[in-house]
């Protein structure tokens, strides 16, 4: 099972489950944790290869990965603890883990927010991708994590999101890079579905205003899928919203939380 950690609530009955992103931990909710568990039911994950989910499980997952597969270890730890149904909260990748899970299992998902959402690959994204897949096996994973690092989040403001993922990426192996290298290269048929089929979930998404790679296409997804889903633009604002302006992404995020 990958690791977890709770943080109960006596008060509420609601859960709130933290899905972090590729090369990310549990810790990068730092600035969540405090407020959200005033009013929900807290837990973090750390995903296989990640965070404390790196030493136990590096030599259990030698098949490749999928997201199907990787968000099946999500439910692990909600049937684990008897959790039936929780609000998720995803960034960057994490948003695609959670889509994912309510793609097969939308009993448990109450509502999904997603930050820094990751819905279509544009053209320069899918230029790292393939230099990515070209020199995977050449160079270090810190060197190309790095420069993928400047690329999506390049601003003077997001420094300290930019430095927060890349000591994160450290803890990773170069096989489990490699492994979720692999997943992203194959990313365009998922993002394709996810798209064009709206669930019957409330869907929140939680944008930079200068998440230049990702933003254009959430804002198309939000135009169509009008039933269920939300679009807020942080100002001043990368791709972490929730490390750069962490004030404003837990007040949202809470208020859409408890109105669903």
């Given at each position: 099972?990958i690791?977890f950690t709770?943080y109960?609530?006596?008060?509420?009955?609601?859960w709130v489950?933290f899905?972090?992103?590729?090369?990310g931990?549990?810790s990068?909710?730092?600035?969540q944790i405090?407020e959200?568990q005033?009013?929900?039911n807290?837990?973090?994950?750390?995903?296989r290869?990640?965070?404390?989910?790196?030493?136990?499980?590096?030599?259990?997952?030698?098949?490749?990965?999928t997201?199907?597969?990787?968000?099946?270890?999500?439910?692990?730890?909600?049937?684990?603890?008897?959790?039936?149904?929780?609000?998720f909260?995803g960034?960057s990748?994490g948003?695609?883990?959670?889509?994912?899970?309510?793609?097969?299992?939308p009993?448990?998902?109450?509502?999904m927010?997603m930050g820094?959402?990751i819905l279509?690959m544009?053209?320069?994204?899918?230029?790292l991708?393939?230099?990515?897949?070209?020199?995977k096996?050449?160079l270090?994973?810190l060197?190309?994590?790095?420069f993928f690092?400047?690329v999506i989040?390049?601003?003077?403001?997001?420094?300290?999101?930019?430095l927060?993922?890349i000591?994160?990426?450290?803890?990773?192996?170069?096989?489990?890079f490699i492994r979720?290298f692999?997943?992203?290269?194959?990313?365009?048929?998922v993002?394709?579905?996810?798209?064009q089929?709206?669930?019957?979930?409330?869907?929140?998404?939680v944008?930079?205003?200068?998440?230049?790679?990702?933003l254009?296409?959430?804002?198309?997804?939000?135009?169509?899928?009008?039933k269920?889903?939300?679009?807020?633009?942080v100002?001043?604002?990368?791709?972490?919203?929730?490390?750069?302006q962490?004030?404003?992404?837990?007040?949202?995020?809470?208020?859409?939380?408890?109105?669903?």
């Amino acid at each position: 099972m990958i690791a977890f950690t709770q943080y109960k609530n006596e008060h509420s009955q609601e859960w709130v489950t933290f899905v972090h992103g590729a090369g990310g931990s549990s810790s990068i909710w730092f600035k969540q944790i405090r407020e959200f568990q005033k009013h929900f039911n807290v837990l973090l994950l750390d995903l296989r290869g990640h965070g404390d989910s790196n030493q136990q499980l590096k030599k259990t997952f030698d098949k490749k990965y999928t997201f199907q597969s990787i968000a099946e270890d999500v439910l692990e730890v909600l049937d684990h603890l008897k959790i039936q149904s929780s609000h998720f909260i995803g960034i960057s990748l994490g948003t695609i883990v959670i889509r994912q899970l309510a793609e097969t299992h939308p009993n448990r998902v109450k509502s999904m927010v997603m930050g820094g959402a990751i819905l279509k690959m544009n053209f320069r994204s899918q230029i790292l991708m393939r230099l990515g897949n070209t020199f995977k096996y050449i160079l270090p994973y810190l060197v190309l994590y790095r420069f993928f690092a400047f690329v999506i989040m390049p601003n003077k403001n997001h420094k300290q999101s930019r430095l927060l993922f890349i000591n994160e990426a450290k803890k990773l192996y170069q096989k489990e890079f490699i492994r979720w290298f692999k997943l992203t290269a194959e990313i365009n048929p998922v993002l394709k579905w996810f798209r064009q089929q709206e669930l019957n979930i409330p869907t929140f998404y939680v944008m930079g205003e200068e998440d230049y790679m990702f933003l254009p296409s959430v804002r198309k997804v939000v135009a169509s899928h009008i039933k269920t889903a939300e679009l807020f633009v942080v100002k001043n604002c990368g791709h972490v919203v929730n490390v750069e302006q962490p004030i404003v992404f837990n007040e949202t995020v809470i208020a859409f939380i408890q109105k669903n």
